[in-house]
């Protein structure tokens, strides 16, 4: 079935640093993939977003790259800041619901 | 337009109880979709509806949970007899169709603890 993996948290960084959150994915046909964030106490809320294979999603900083030959979808943001901490999941589009990772924890230093 | 509105935010159940959580789509949306949250885990999915019909509840556990979605009101996800290893942050997302540019919103989540 399709399934999701994430890189192992949590991570922790000094601001400014370089963020990279690796995401694979096991899917059958091209899903579409997603970057949800979670920020202490709340719900999800969508990040990015790409639907088709080498669409780039970017949003507040942060880009990922839909590879279909690398079955992966890695965030990137170029300098962090101290309100990026929270919780990312990277999500596909299976036939009838949203598949998670397992999420990664971000924090922020300053 | 309010978005996906879930309550209670916090529910206290002592074991054996029946917790109830109910969640109002964003308007215009027929889609929904129920996910459970453990500490430190990802999203599991439980269960989507449309209006009046389950379309896929392959993540719900086989014994004293339900779902539902009526023609009028909102969803609501039942669990009877709860037990400890119910407790969980439970959410649902909606959306108003289910396609590739489809985006479902999530709302801010029940979360259930069982004393």
């Known amino acids: 079935g399709d399934s999701v993996t994430q890189m192992e948290g949590p991570v922790t960084l000094s601001e400014e640093a370089f963020l990279t959150i690796n995401c694979t994915y096991t899917?059958?046909?091209?899903?579409?993939l997603f970057w949800y964030v979670q920020y202490p106490g709340e719900g999800l809320q969508l990040l990015l977003k790409?639907?088709?294979?080498?669409d780039k999603g970017s949003n507040k900083g942060f880009e990922a790259t839909y590879r279909k030959e690398t079955t992966s979808f890695h965030l990137e943001k170029g300098s962090v800041q101290v309100s990026d901490s929270a919780v990312y999941f990277c999500?596909?589009?299976?036939?009838?619901?949203?598949?998670f990772g397992q999420g990664t924890r971000l924090t922020i230093n300053p | 337009n309010a978005g996906v509105m879930q309550n209670p935010r916090h529910l206290v159940r002592r074991r054996g109880q029946e917790a109830r959580l109910r969640c109002s789509p964003m308007?215009?949306?027929?889609?929904v979709y129920w996910y459970r949250q453990l500490p430190e885990e990802g999203l599991k999915f439980m269960v989507y509806?449309?209006?009046?019909?389950?379309?896929?509840e392959s993540g719900m556990p086989k014994e004293r949970f339900s779902a539902e979605f009526p023609k009028e009101g909102p969803s609501i996800l039942r669990i009877q007899q709860v037990v400890r290893g119910d407790s969980a942050a439970y959410f649902c997302?909606?959306?108003?169709?289910?396609?590739?540019?489809?985006?479902?919103?999530f709302g801010q989540g029940t979360r259930l603890t069982v004393v």
């Open positions: 997302a909606s959306s108003p169709q289910w396609g590739t540019n489809t985006e479902a919103f």
């Open positions: 899917a059958t046909g091209y899903p579409s």
């Open positions: 790409a639907t088709k294979a080498d």
């Open positions: 999500a596909l589009q299976g036939a009838q619901k949203l598949v």
């Open positions: 308007k215009g949306h027929s889609h």
């Open positions: 509806l449309q209006k009046e019909n389950i379309i896929d």
